[in-house]
């Protein structure tokens, strides 16, 4: 790979343009979904803002796609704000997200836990209250493989990030007043809990060299989407026994009620093909089965991905009625589509 | 003790010495967190030497820190851009409208500066990051001024203990920022935004005028 | 990668039964849309036979994922028949899939042209026959970088097969006869042309090596799905450079008429990540429209894919009012899902 | 010329020397095509071992080798399947219901193998596939029979022209399957279907009873 020369197996025109030149291309791939504010790296829903519709914003790291970007649309984001790739974009992307989708009923921030996400959304916040603009943030943290201590920044934002943005998105599509959305997007990060595994690093598209050696046969356990190295090493195992081990992770922290209805979401970080996710996800619903769990819906593919990185991640949310009825609500967006 | 600092200055000799250090910066992220700080750093700095160069006529040093803050919250990103960005725009308020940097505006100015990195990042001294380099460095500046030597010799001392302090960082395990999901394996690395704050301190140094 | 050692970077339990059990995924995955029948090695759609329905059924080599399973169902395909890993599926497979779907109204076969899908495709539209089916087979042959002649298997069938897939599908919904249907299918293949890049070999699981060696840096322009060498090699480009290259290859091939209103799909071969496609899929649009040309559909991300093959395709298809209408048409799929 | 050739002894020798050298097989497809040959024929002589070890009871020899043909359609995909397959089945019914294998009826059953190899992929002898090795084979085979040398003289003349059918490919641009996509770049390689029927023709030597 890259590591062995310093050229890159990359489609771009240079790295240091990678972002606005492929939110370029969304915009054009999508340009009745979503329009993109080059100027101020943004992406926004084609009609906003809505009027009286709280608004939902995202962002974070790019690299991550279709997240956050591809889920703007109906019934999802109203907004989403990419940083440079791996790095959380800075708060006047996010005012001018925050700004453009106002409708004048508040707006939800999403944030993923980590670090910079937090402290550039919170100087946003401040930013966008001084503005007279009502926010509410909702922190994402449901990586069980990080320890949540005194000793850590905290659990990371993973696979539930995707899951609170179409439940919340669908609660502001329904009319609900901004505490009710962030209380969705709430009650979905405290049900919901991700664990993820790489076989092999992602090569980001600046420096061009992986961001850890990991050799074949090898896998990084507890892995988070920015080539962050896992609770441990391991020989790579079965699909079978990384998805016992996945599923032990999730559901012992998780500790669902028996026979609880679950969403399982078995992600693919990005060089990992659909062939081999499937093989996963069988294996992940047979043992969440053997628990005497019942997995009602579902979403399978690369969905939070970290660029190339071969391995995969698993999400389950508990589900309760008015939750699985938010996931079936209509959604337009350029990664996930449904009912409308 | 008739120097001061010139904030261009002082930004100038930052950028060009994180640029020149840009890799190296990199890879103690590689190792401890996702690679990027050389990066980010670069490119913050560029933009603040720019916002400066085209926007600091006539401004007062302390409205320079806040100038130099704000372009850094607005392109750094991450977690040093938000940190850096806020320690400049509090060390800029606390320098207000004096007209020169001298070492006791300097000293408080830098007091005001970890205060601000502090209440944002609710960083402790031995959770390895910057707060370990700023902390005794502000600390050093403070003494050497306190006991009347030339700014220079100050700043010296500060960069020194700066140093000492991004050294330190390398027995420790990581208990802030992306490095603390490494637990134990965090340890035996130096902590990049210490790593890079001793550099900002140097560059201090080649920043006097009389 | 995996030349270096024997080990590999995969989520599997056993090469050997890798599609088995990638399709033991897809079934609890997706149970609405579809079932697997795992003893004959076949996707159907969930409701099938559909009465007085013309069906169609399409397979090839596994490795192509989402494609075909992941477009099996309303308004694409009735069902698929997945080979091993790059390998034709058997007439075995074909004939039962045939026959599961078929409900009175005829069946198409979708044929992308590879010598042992093509022989295998014909053994079994002759048992079909026996059975008294009424098969109409459609060969797919829209790759540019082979030169249609004597001295080749001819051109291959790639990115329109997944064209050719929605759009005869959406005229079997909406109760075309057999032969209207197998008639759109073969407009698609005339009027659509495809050319590919790949930046790094893809690695199939029975033998876990790279099936060519490509240094990083440089690029295999004219690529097949199947790890297949190109016209040529090259020093990697820029991304407006290959898109310059595709659009070139594509369009001087295709001839379109002035202002065309095209279809345009850009595809990701696997491991290359939708934020580096989006880069390609800005620079195509730019290409094309610089030529007077009108894109008006897009469909962009890894559809036709080569396991973790980083690199992508592009595919054209000129439309006219009738495609058009049938792209829009409805479509409920693993993998394509709109207006339904 | 009393030795006649056991369908089932043929298949296990067939079964054993694809894979032996399966990984070479495999080696020279991923040269030219996409690597799977030897994994292909593997798994399609495994099957075919199975079915007639099953199957074959009081079956007559051209029954036993229309099962074989079949159990390699449905088993093998890609192109050697049907072309294989398809082969066999022909052999099969050229067979008939004779008792035994002999010369004479060995000799047609290759013939008309050959001739549905050729119905099902239109390739001719010069095209870089399996007919290279075939064609020779066949005929070597008939005229050794027809000239009355003993069978497994015969077969071994046919195995010897099917190995220089096969090397004749090396030098060939490939007009036919997958290698014809390289156009020039498959010349200098062995065609692995021209390979593997050296290895079928060879272990008819082998199967030979009195
Ligand atoms: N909570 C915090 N308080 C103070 N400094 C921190 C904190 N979290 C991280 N840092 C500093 O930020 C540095 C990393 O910066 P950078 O790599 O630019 O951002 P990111 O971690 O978002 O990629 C760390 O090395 C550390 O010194
Ligand atoms: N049209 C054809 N006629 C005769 N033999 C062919 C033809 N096309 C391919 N072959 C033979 O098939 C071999 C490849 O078989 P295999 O690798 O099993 O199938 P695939 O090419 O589908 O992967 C080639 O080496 C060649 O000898
Ligand atoms: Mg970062
Ligand atoms: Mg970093
Ligand atoms: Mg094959
Ligand atoms: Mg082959």
Redesign the pocket.
């Known amino acids: 790979m890259a590591s062995a020369t310093p050229s890159m197996r990359k489609l771009l025109n240079d790295p240091e343009h990678v972002v606005r030149d492929s939110l370029a291309g969304l915009a054009v791939a999508h340009g009745d979904i979503l329009k993109v504010d080059l100027a101020a790296q943004i992406v926004v829903r084609a009609d906003a803002p809505r009027q009286g519709k709280v608004a939902l914003v995202s962002g974070g790291g790019a690299g991550h796609e279709p997240m956050h970007g591809g889920f703007v649309g109906l019934g999802m984001l109203d907004a989403a704000c990419p940083g440079a790739v791996?790095?959380?974009p800075v708060p006047d992307q996010m005012l001018a997200a925050t700004t453009a989708v106002d409708g004048g009923a508040g707006v939800v921030h999403i944030v993923k836990n980590?670090?910079?996400d937090v402290m550039n959304f919170k100087l946003a916040a401040e930013d966008a209250a001084d503005e007279g603009i009502a926010v509410e943030s909702v922190l994402i943290d449901d990586d069980v493989a990080v320890q949540d201590s005194l000793y850590t920044?905290g659990r990371r934002g993973v696979g539930a990030t995707v899951l609170a943005e179409k439940l919340a998105g669908a609660a502001a599509e329904r009319g609900d007043d901004v505490a009710a959305v962030a209380t969705i997007a709430r009650r979905v990060n405290s049900r919901a809990r991700s664990f993820g595994v790489a076989l092999s690093s992602c090569i980001p598209p600046g420096s061009g060299t992986p961001i850890f050696d990991l050799p074949a046969g090898e896998m990084e356990v507890g892995i988070g989407i920015h080539g962050e190295p896992g609770r441990r090493r391991e020989p790579l195992g079965t699909a079978r026994e990384i998805a016992a081990e996945m599923v032990e992770a999730v559901i012992s922290d998780l500790a669902p009620a028996d026979g609880a209805e679950l969403l399982v979401f078995t992600n693919a970080m990005g060089g990992t093909p659909l062939l081999e996710l499937y093989v996963l996800h069988g294996e992940i619903e047979r043992e969440l089965t053997e628990r005497g769990l019942r997995p009602a819906r579902r979403l399978v593919g690369p969905f939070i991905t970290s660029l190339e990185m071969a391995g995969a991640s698993l999400t389950v949310l508990e589900l309760d009625d008015e939750l699985t009825a938010l996931w079936d609500a209509p959604v337009n967006t350029a990664a996930l589509r449904w009912g409308a | 003790m008739s120097a001061t600092v010139s904030v261009n200055a002082w930004m100038d000799e930052a950028a060009a010495a994180i640029t020149a250090d840009a890799d190296r910066l990199t890879q103690l992220?590689s190792a401890i967190?996702?690679g990027?700080?050389g990066l980010?750093?670069t490119r913050g700095f560029k933009a603040v030497v720019e916002a400066l160069a085209t926007g600091s006529d006539g401004l007062a040093p302390g409205r320079r820190l806040i100038l130099a803050g704000k372009t850094l919250v607005s392109t750094?990103g991450?977690?040093?851009?938000p940190?850096w960005g806020t320690a400049l725009r509090r060390a800029g308020r606390s320098v207000g409208d004096a007209e020169a940097l001298d070492g006791p505006a300097l000293a408080d100015a830098l007091d005001a500066a970890l205060a601000g990195?502090i209440e944002l990042?609710?960083?402790e001294v031995g959770?390895k990051?910057?707060?370990d380099a700023l902390t005794p460095a502000v600390a050093a500046l403070r003494g050497a001024v306190e006991a009347g030597q030339p700014l220079a010799d100050a700043i010296a001392a500060a960069a020194e203990a700066a140093a000492e302090g991004a050294r330190s960082t390398i027995p420790l395990q990581a208990r802030?920022?992306?490095?603390s999901y490494l637990g134990e394996r965090s340890i035996g690395h130096e902590?990049?935004?210490?790593a890079s704050t001793v550099l900002l301190i140097t560059a201090l140094g080649r920043a006097l005028e009389d």
């Open positions: 791996f790095t959380s980590y670090t910079g920044a | 992220d967190g996702d990027d700080h980010n750093l750094v991450g977690a040093s851009g940190l990195v990042g609710s960083a959770d990051t910057m707060v802030k920022g992306r490095a902590d990049p935004g210490a």
